[in-house]
Structures are given as C-alpha cells and as structure tokens.
C-alpha cells in the first residue's frame, strides 16, 4: 500500500472523526477526474487515489470515472479503490464492468448505508445521465452525481430534469460538473427549490479562472464549510480541482 496512502488514509479519518460529531453532519466532495490523466498527460489512477485521501470526504462523487470507448471500463480500477483508500463503491454501472453510469461514480466511506440506487437519464446533444441514491444520513438525505453538457440549452434541460427526478425528496444535495462558466445564468430550472453554492475556482486546475463544480442543495439542508482542494498533487492529477462540502442534515425525530 505504501506510505503515502497510509498517511493520507490516516489524515482522512482524523479530519473525519473530528468532524463528524453526530449522525447527521456529512462531507461530500465531487471531483472530474478525467479519466486519471493527468496534466503530464499520464494515466496515473494511483495518483487519484492519493488526491482523494486527502480530502477528508464521507462521500465522493466523480465525473469522467470510466474510459469513453467500447465497454467503457474503469478508469479508475475497483481492486486499486479498496486496496489504497477507505471507500467503498456505490453499484451505478448498467454494463457489469465501468465503475459509473455515464462515466458518474459514487464512493462511499465504509461502514455508510446507501439505498435506492436510481440512474437518471438526462435529455441533449450528447448522451448524458446523473446517479441518484438515498444516504443515511439524519432524517436522510438524496444525493445525485451528475456531468451536465457543454451547451448551454442542453444543461437546462438536464436541470429540469433532475428537478422533477427529486420532486418527492425533501432533503436532496446535487453535486457533480456542472459546465456552467457563468455565476448569473444558466442554473435558473433549480432556482425554485434548490440553492447554488460554488466552493470556489476548480478549473483549470494549472491556473483555476472558472467554477464549474457546484453543489446545490434544499432548504433545511445546511452548509457549514466548503473549498476547494488546491494541494500539489491535484493540480497535477486532473485538469479539474475537487470540491468539497461540509453539510448538515435535521436529525432524525426518535
């Protein structure tokens, strides 16, 4: 496993349990991995294993986490996931071998439930989809992983539809790349129910100029911490920079 993992693996679950004082306090962090090439244009999936190591994360959902053609397998193998992190993987693949579901992938740290795993189809120019699945988390929480497409109509179609997807979830968290260059236009579908939060800068990951990963979340749902992870290694591993945020969930009523 190697000294560099057991570091990082040991640095995560000190930030973990010093965060996490109850059951309904979570860290979710989404990072497009594009495919564990690297900017030295290197295909290192060890490299970004290391990278979420050190995020802290209860959750991570990833973007590009499957290679593009034929299969699709995994860009970032399954054995190397359990071997060098404390995650799990989260079954979304229709196909029996890519780690995600339009390249969407979920890890969860060991020991928390997931249930009700659904994959999402989204409309536009080029195939897309979005995971969504129940956490058990507080009085539960939805997450949905998603990669939303270049063009501008596309991605509000996929909006919509992911806002009709989660129409029954009382406390949902959607969090992936959303494409979106711009702070005032384009998420407009999610404005009715969800609130919008970038954490910060996280591409390009050599000189960070736009925010295209976000998270958006439903009242009740609340942010306590959020940034982005700008150590040495991930400005090397992808061309984006993982986010991360610290939410808390209501508790459950006993």
Not at 40 to 57: H, K, M, S, W, Y
Not at 90 to 114: P, Q
Not at 151 to 158: V, Y
Not at 238 to 249: A, F, G, N, Q
Request: net charge positive.
């Amino acid at each position: 496993m190697g000294v560099n993992r057991s570091v990082g693996v040991k640095i995560a679950r000190v930030r973990h349990y010093l965060r996490v004082m109850s059951s309904h306090c979570i860290r979710i962090a989404s990072y497009n991995m594009r495919k564990a090439r690297g900017l030295d244009q290197r295909r290192r999936p060890e490299r970004i294993c290391a990278v979420l190591n050190t995020l802290g994360a209860d959750v991570v959902v990833l973007q590009e986490a499957d290679r593009r053609l034929g299969p699709r397998p995994p860009a970032l193998p399954r054995d190397m996931i359990l071997a060098e992190t404390d995650f799990e993987v989260v079954e979304v693949c229709d196909n029996g071998l890519s780690l995600g579901w339009h390249g969407n992938a979920v890890l969860v740290r060991k020991g928390l439930s997931t249930g009700n795993v659904q994959r999402v189809p989204l409309p536009g120019l080029e195939p897309r989809g979005a995971v969504r699945l129940g956490l058990n988390v507080g009085s539960g929480l939805t997450l949905v992983a998603t990669h939303l497409g270049l063009r501008r109509r596309d991605r509000r179609a996929q909006l919509h539809a992911l806002n009709a997807a989660t129409a029954n979830d009382t406390h949902c968290i959607i969090g992936g790349d959303f494409n979106e260059w711009s702070d005032a236009k384009g998420l407009e579908p999610l404005a009715a129910r969800f609130s919008t939060h970038s954490p910060g800068r996280s591409f390009h990951a050599r000189r960070p100029i736009a925010a295209l990963d976000r998270f958006a979340m439903t009242p009740g749902i609340t942010l306590r911490d959020a940034g982005v992870e700008q150590g040495p290694l991930a400005k090397i591993a992808s061309d984006h920079l993982p986010i991360w945020t610290d939410i808390e969930v209501p508790p459950a009523i006993c």
